[in-house]
């Protein structure tokens, strides 16, 4: 569901994700040349069924999106909008490395209203032995993701 008239009381809401609801945009942006994944009706993942759900949509259109360019691409995440209980963090945080090493040939994030979310991003990423590539800009954000997929080559399949 695309149009805001039209949203779930779950997008509305930022209450976690229910079967059937879409909650995250992924899209090309040719002008970036990098993949913009985004919440734009609000998510709160706050158990692990919510990150499940949650995975199976990302998974989907980065799947999708994966065919369309052959190969590995930067993304970009905004992370506004999303919230992240503690109680979910540790799934969100495997499952946000499991889409970066399968999809990403670069992957940052960034935040224009800073919130819990980039502090628990942060420490799941810490801890888990991974960078949390979390900036306060869309500008920087694409910048690191273009960085990584130069460093890593530009597309691994």
């Given at each position: 569901m695309s149009q805001r008239s039209f949203l779930p009381e779950n997008a509305r809401?930022?209450?976690?994700?229910?079967?059937?609801?879409?909650?995250?945009?992924?899209?090309?942006?040719?002008?970036?040349?990098?993949?913009?994944?985004?919440?734009?009706?609000?998510?709160?993942?706050?158990?692990?069924?919510?990150?499940?759900?949650?995975?199976?949509?990302?998974?989907?259109?980065?799947?999708?999106?994966?065919?369309?360019?052959?190969?590995?691409?930067?993304?970009?995440?905004?992370?506004?909008?999303?919230?992240?209980?503690?109680?979910?963090?540790k799934e969100y945080g495997k499952v946000a490395r499991s889409y970066s090493e399968r999809f990403a040939s670069g992957l940052a994030r960034f935040t224009l209203r800073p919130n819990g979310v980039g502090q628990i991003i942060t420490v799941v990423a810490m801890t888990e032995g991974y960078r949390a590539n979390l900036f306060t800009s869309r500008r920087a954000a694409v910048a690191e993701a273009l960085s990584q997929h130069g460093r890593n080559g530009r597309s691994k399949g």
């Open positions: 809401s930022g209450a976690p994700t229910r079967e059937g609801s879409e909650v995250l945009l992924v899209r090309w942006d040719e002008p970036l040349g990098v993949a913009l994944i985004s919440h734009p009706w609000g998510l709160t993942l706050g158990s692990p069924e919510d990150v499940e759900a949650w995975r199976v949509e990302v998974f989907a259109k980065l799947e999708s999106l994966e065919k369309t360019r052959a190969g590995r691409f930067p993304i970009v995440v905004c992370v506004d909008g999303l919230m992240i209980r503690p109680s979910a963090a």
